[in-house]
T-cell receptor, first 111, second 112 residues
């Protein structure tokens, strides 16, 4: 399984962009990069995933390095509701089943 | 859709008692996962099913834990007998074709 490295914690101001980095230098060529987040007292929530190209959805953008050894989750305008632990997870998907959650990055958002 | 439904949301029981946690996955999803979260160990996968068949139960801690999925809309995780170290939040998740997973709200289990 690919090992990931994320900062333990980050702080942001409300309505400012947030860039959450993740290193996954041992990722296999077929693993997608998934991001999940866990708000306080809730279950994890899918955010976004990608393989090689940058990806956008209503929640966030995902920028993937050309060598795929790192990626950055971008929240364009942080809100108080975005305060959560963010997990970066290399994941093949399909019948390969299980997500392996690391410690993630705890994002605090200041009003 | 109501999302993944788990019951009960909170369970307090005494050591030695049997505990049954329940999960209703999202309709149409063919994968179901059971996770456990503690401060010490983080979020870890216990077992997952594909089309109601257990695929990987290597994360189940010991024989005291068992999981079943009798049909596509229901799964149980049973602990018998329960021990204080089983205290944790247990999450159920489901997905379609093994892609993004949708998690339930969790069951907070306290064993005294």
């Amino acid at each position: 399984d690919a090992k990931t490295t994320q900062p333990n914690s980050m702080e942001s101001n409300e309505e400012e962009p947030v860039h959450l980095p993740c290193n996954h230098s041992t990722i296999s060529g077929t693993d997608y990069i998934h991001w999940y987040r866990q708000l306080p007292s809730q279950g994890p929530e899918y955010v976004i995933h990608g393989l090689t190209s940058n990806v956008n959805n209503r929640m966030a953008s995902l920028a993937i390095a050309e060598d795929r050894k790192s990626s950055t989750l971008i929240l364009h305008r942080a809100t108080l509701r975005d305060a959560a632990v963010y997990y970066c997870i290399p994941f093949l998907g399909g019948s390969q089943g299980n997500l392996i959650f690391g410690k993630g990055t705890k994002l605090s958002v200041k009003p | 859709d109501a999302g993944v439904i788990q019951s009960p949301r909170h369970e307090v029981t005494e050591m030695g008692q049997e505990v049954t946690l329940r999960c209703k996955p999202i309709s149409g999803h063919d994968y179901l996962f059971w996770y456990r979260q503690t401060m010490m160990r983080g979020l870890e996968l216990l077992i997952y099913f594909n089309n109601n068949v257990p695929i990987d139960d290597s994360g189940m801690p010991e024989d005291r834990f068992s999981a079943k999925m009798p049909n596509a809309s229901f799964s149980t995780l049973k602990i018998q007998p329960s021990e204080p170290r089983d205290s944790a939040v247990y999450f159920c998740a489901s997905s379609f074709s093994g892609n993004e997973q949708y998690f339930g709200p969790g069951t907070r289990l306290t064993v005294t």
